[in-house]
């Protein structure tokens, strides 16, 4: 059966006999597999199509479950701004891992697919900075993946202002300093094992960075980026995203380990092991 649709390039392999093997995530069948005969040729008509992170129409043959093999398409979105600089390009397989991290196959992937196009396209444009659109990703995809954390106001008395506020991580909550004072927790931004796996992890973030992510979490994902910090806050929120996400996800990403390595971005995230290390 021949079958067409949208979908973004998340993963590219070779394969033996000149094949590529895609991992594409699509709005209706999240991640689907796609063996590209041939595509490692130079004189492919494929090529286009089998280039990470490139956003396109595909046809597929299929004969039976999710494995099919890639005739044609067109492309839609290249995000060739994501392929010429080095630090871009390894933001971009950062987001695209934590896309194949939490979606899967047979599961509807819309809301993931449109937060990568719309940070890949900030991105590959280079209209938002990097700080910015790793933030807002990791954020709302810990939202979208049913971790969203509610910062209304303080958990225990309900203020909703406090400088600085603190994210109970683990809680998916925030305490205001008062509280955090009055029940004498010590206030580190590193993990703290309380006892046997119990875990406290409480980050304090400035009013401007509380309501930076109050309007990430909120905003529609056309108007995601639309908010600003001052340079001094930007490692604040870079923190708070990260450690938020990769908690919730409990797990590191060698991609978030290259993409640091190579760029200036100081993020207080404690030491972590990629899944592939632990294995
Ligand atoms: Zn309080």
């Known amino acids: 059966m021949l079958s067409t649709t949208d979908g973004l390039v998340l993963r590219v392999m070779d394969r033996e006999d000149n094949d590529k093997f895609l991992t594409v995530l699509t709005p209706d069948r999240g991640q689907i597999s796609v063996i590209a ?29 999710s494995l099919g093999w890639l005739r044609g398409g067109s492309v839609i979105e290249p995000f060739y701004g994501v392929r010429n600089d080095l630090d871009n390009l390894s933001l971009a397989a950062y ?15 819309v809301e993931i697919l449109r937060l990568l196009l719309n940070s890949l396209y900030a991105l590959a444009s280079g209209l938002r900075p990097a700080w910015q659109i790793k933030g807002t990703f990791e954020l ?10 509610d910062l209304e106001g303080c958990a225990e008395c309900g ?15 925030l305490l205001c300093a008062e509280c955090v004072r009055m029940a004498g927790r010590v206030r580190r931004t590193e993990m703290e094992m309380e006892d046997a796996g119990e875990m406290t992890l409480l980050l304090p973030m400035s009013s ?5 992510c109050r309007y990430v979490l909120s905003a ?6 639309a908010f600003s910090l001052e340079k001094s806050e930007r490692d604040c929120f870079s923190a708070v995203c990260e450690n938020y996400l990769l908690h919730h996800l409990e797990r590191g990403f060698d991609s978030l380990n290259f993409y640091k390595s190579l760029s200036q971005t100081s993020v207080t995230a404690p030491n972590r092991k990629s899944k592939t290390e632990q294995n």
């Open 37 to 65: 005969k041939g595509a490692r040729s130079v004189h492919s008509k494929l090529l286009p199509l089998v280039q990470p992170y490139t956003y396109a129409n595909f046809e597929i043959y299929e004969k039976n479950g």
């Open 95 to 109: 987001l695209a891992e934590v896309g194949m991290d939490v979606t899967g196959e047979g599961e509807p992937g």
């Open 140 to 149: 709302r995809v810990a939202g979208f993946s049913g971790f969203m954390p």
């Open 159 to 173: 203020r909703t202002v406090s400088d600085p506020m603190y994210l109970d991580v683990m809680n998916g909550h």
């Open 208 to 212: 401007s960075v509380t309501a930076a």
């Open 220 to 225: 529609r994902t056309e108007r995601m980026f």
